[in-house]
């Protein structure tokens, strides 16, 4: 019976062990968890500390959905820019039309349609190129003209 008597102390010392042995190791599974996540909390914590600078130069390059009065501003300077030079190119260009359409009609042999065309340009507004187009059709409408 003595033989007995030291298998369930051996089988309890066994199972003392195993329980020991398990409860340590959900312990430091628990410990490595939130560890872990204490870890990856504070990476964030540095991360957000550190990139300031970071954040800033990427805010200035990306636009704003709100933008402050100093761009309101310059938008606002440069749309009436645009504008300006939107307007004198299309006065430009309506003159350039007006000087093709007179040099069309001399050419096809009709003077007075191009005189007529040409008395609405006004010569002071005309740059180099176009006063010299302008003249050209000037001389040949007065040409038709003394015959």
Do not use: C, W
């Amino acid at each position: 019976m003595s033989k007995k008597q030291k298998n369930p102390n051996s089988n309890s010392s066994m199972f003392l062990y195993t329980a020991l042995i398990f409860v340590v190791a959900l312990i430091l599974i628990i410990i490595a968890f939130f560890g872990q996540k204490n870890l990856m909390d504070l990476r964030r914590t540095t991360d957000a500390m550190s990139e300031p600078e970071q954040t800033e130069t990427i805010a200035d390059q990306t636009p704003s959905p709100e933008p402050r009065n100093d761009e309101l501003a310059v938008m606002a300077n440069t749309i009436s820019t645009l504008q300006a030079e939107n307007t004198t190119l299309k006065s430009s260009v309506d003159i350039y039309e007006k000087l093709l359409a007179a040099n069309g009609y001399i050419s096809s042999g009709n003077n007075a349609e191009a005189e007529k065309i040409i008395s609405e340009i006004n010569s002071a507004d005309l740059t180099g190129d176009q006063l010299i187009l302008y003249n050209q059709i000037l001389t040949t409408v007065n040409e038709g003209k003394e015959q």
